[in-house]
Nanobody
Framework: QVQLVESGGASVQPGESLRLSCEASGTTLGRLAIGWFRQAPGKEREKVSCIRILDMATIYSDSVKGRFAISADVAENTVYLQMNSLKSDDTGVYYC??????????????????WGQGTQVTVSS
């Protein structure tokens, strides 16, 4: 059974940084894609970033490009999301997801990915 556990969420002020972690168990990252999503109250879930472990190819949403960086430590079975220059709009629950179907397909329906329980990020002055 694949399990994903997110950690690292916190309350910070605008301009500060956080690093989120997504630790996988029950599988190796090997041929998976791992994505980070976020959902703010009253808003739809947004795919923030994704990494294809096979070649470490990455994608980012326009809203975080240049501020966030996704990386993977295959030996630790963990994917990280480094978030810099945080803004109030970055507030939300951040989820990681793992899928054998790649970054584009992981949020295209039930069963496309395994999901973690989420970690709260609050950016406020």
């Amino acid at each position: 059974q694949v399990q994903l556990v997110e950690s690292g969420g916190a309350s910070v002020q605008p301009g500060e940084s956080l690093r989120l972690s997504c630790e996988a168990s029950g599988t190796t990252l090997g041929r998976l894609a791992i994505g980070w999503f976020r959902q703010a109250p009253g808003k739809e879930r947004e795919k923030v970033s994704c990494i294809r472990i096979l070649d470490m190819a990455t994608i980012y949403s326009d809203s975080v490009k240049g501020r966030f960086a996704i990386s993977a430590d295959v030996a630790e079975n963990t994917v990280y999301l480094q978030m810099n220059s945080l803004k109030s709009d970055d507030t939300g629950v951040y989820y990681c997801a793992a899928s054998p179907f790649g970054c584009p397909a992981m949020d295209r329906g039930p069963g496309a990915a395994y999901w973690g329980q989420g970690t709260q990020v609050t950016v406020s002055s």
